[in-house]
């Protein structure tokens, strides 16, 4: 069988990782509408990126446009504890953040972004460290993480690239599912005033 870089076996690979980047975000979008909260939401998110590669560690770190700080809303990863909301520093998150691009980091890769001043170590030592930025409709809104303690699991520049495809998805999906939950607690604080209007006259009245 012809196995060349034209060949029918890179051919099925090539579609078969189309079908499987289209699936995943179809699940993707269709997660909005079947989730209830943000949490249910990433939750559902890890699990389709574990679908298209190993996520046992996997993260969600996002940036509001009103202030230099840094949360991450999203963390499971068998190593490292949860990080707290920090303000912007110089690890790799930030940097995949500051530059907009993904970024595959084996050790050597960290070592000259360190050596260069451009990163510096936060957290525990990584075999490979994948990110990617989630662009929002006019910004970008954070970074998603995979990561790999074991040389057992290593990251290519494919797993990259299906990372790459399915992020604006990502992004998309998180926008509306926090525009939902803005508008859901605009409602309940609206009905909540109406609900208190009755008493308020009535103090008003007594008062006057």
Known sequence: MESGSGGPDVRKYIRERGELVQAAAFRIAEAVTATESLQELFSRIHSIVGGLMEAANFYIALHGPDRDVLSFPYFVDLVDEPFPPKPLGKGLTEYVLRTGRPLLASPAIFKELVASGQVEQI??????????????????????????????????????????????QIAQAIERKRSEEALRESELRLRAIVAALPDLILVLRQVA
């Open 123 to 168: 957290g525990s030592d990584s075999v490979d460290w994948l990110g990617v930025p989630l662009r929002g409709r006019d910004r970008t809104i954070g970074v998603l993480v995979v990561q790999s303690y074991s040389g057992k699991v290593r990251y290519t520049e494919d797993d990259r690239d299906l990372l790459v495809f399915v992020s604006s």
